[in-house]
């Protein structure tokens, strides 16, 4: 895989699509180009194509139309078929799943570390001692030889990261990354993928955690509910838009009643625009 400009994107989707079973719209002519050392986080409704975006991207699901480039090369399922390039995309970009239980599978916590290494090829003093070095970082170094169904939501969590991170991937995908765990493991979390950043990592991550977006990313694009792109920006401006974020059914519009006055209130920020009216008039939206 060649070492392409360092000006071009590291990245880049042009009007991809995508239909599961050639019927079901997951993507719409999407476009999108993500730069090297951006942490850019994709948004939108459940069933918007998010995931479908990242699987794109790591090379697990092959678009219907439209072209991607990775590192200045065309991901295609005959490129990917080529063992080579099959080897150094692998090595570049890492994924880690929202689920950690879909993700981690080998007998212990350091079998699963070792697992991507080695089926590279590396060698087994050099595997070792990169995993001893990922143990540390993450802090799980006492779990190595636990079973991983021996492990809590976050440590399963932190060892599927792991996994990834064993490799030194260019590029770190993250599909919901903070979703269902705790808020010790969620501030970890951030704080990693901060560091990760600062490291010169590329950054690409779905999320619903608005509140952490500008922790979170550099650059946001916002998915609608109809596969295509809404619109983009950095977290503020697209925080700030609350029409685009309603549109794509990221925050939504909840009226009620205090006696004479309607309230319209919008939910899913940490700020609520509000809008107070006599009870006989039409609400605010």
């Known amino acids: 895989m060649a070492s392409p400009d360092p000006a071009a994107p590291v990245l880049a989707l042009d009007r991809i699509s995508y239909a599961y079973l050639g019927r079901f719209p997951a993507l719409d002519a999407v476009s999108l180009g993500v730069a090297r050392g951006e942490r850019l986080a994709l948004l939108g409704a459940n069933g918007c194509g998010k995931s479908t975006l990242l699987k794109i991207l790591d090379g ?82 006492r779990l190595a030889d636990r079973a991983p169904y021996q492990l809590s939501g976050g440590e399963k969590k932190r060892v599927a990261i792991a996994s990834v991170l064993v490799m030194n991937p260019e590029v770190v995908l993250f599909d919901e990354p903070t979703a269902a765990l705790d808020p010790r493991t969620q501030e970890w979390l951030v704080g990693l993928i901060g560091e990760l950043h600062d490291a010169g990592k590329t950054i690409v991550l779905a999320t619903h955690d608005l509140d952490a977006l500008p922790a979170l990313a550099d650059r946001c694009v916002v998915l609608a509910e109809d596969h295509t792109v809404a619109g983009e920006g950095s977290p503020a401006a697209v925080l700030g838009d609350e029409d685009l974020l309603v549109g794509a059914n990221l925050v939504h519009d909840h009226r009620h009643r205090h006696g004479a006055v309607a309230h319209s209130h919008r939910h899913g920020l940490d700020h609520h625009a509000t809008a107070d009216e006599p009870a006989d008039q039409p609400t605010a939206t």
Request: glycine share 6%; aromatic share 10%; proline share 4%.
């Open 60 to 141: 697990l699901v092959i678009p219907d139309a439209g072209r991607y480039t990775a590192f200045g090369e065309a991901v295609t399922e005959d490129s990917l078929e080529d063992a080579q390039f099959n080897e150094a995309f692998r090595s570049r970009v890492g994924f880690v799943f929202q689920s950690a239980d879909t993700q981690v599978f080998s007998p212990s916590v350091r079998d699963e570390i070792a697992f991507g290494p080695l089926n590279m090829g590396l060698d087994r003093d050099v595997v070792a001692a990169r995993v001893d070095d990922t143990l540390a970082m993450l802090d799980i170094a």
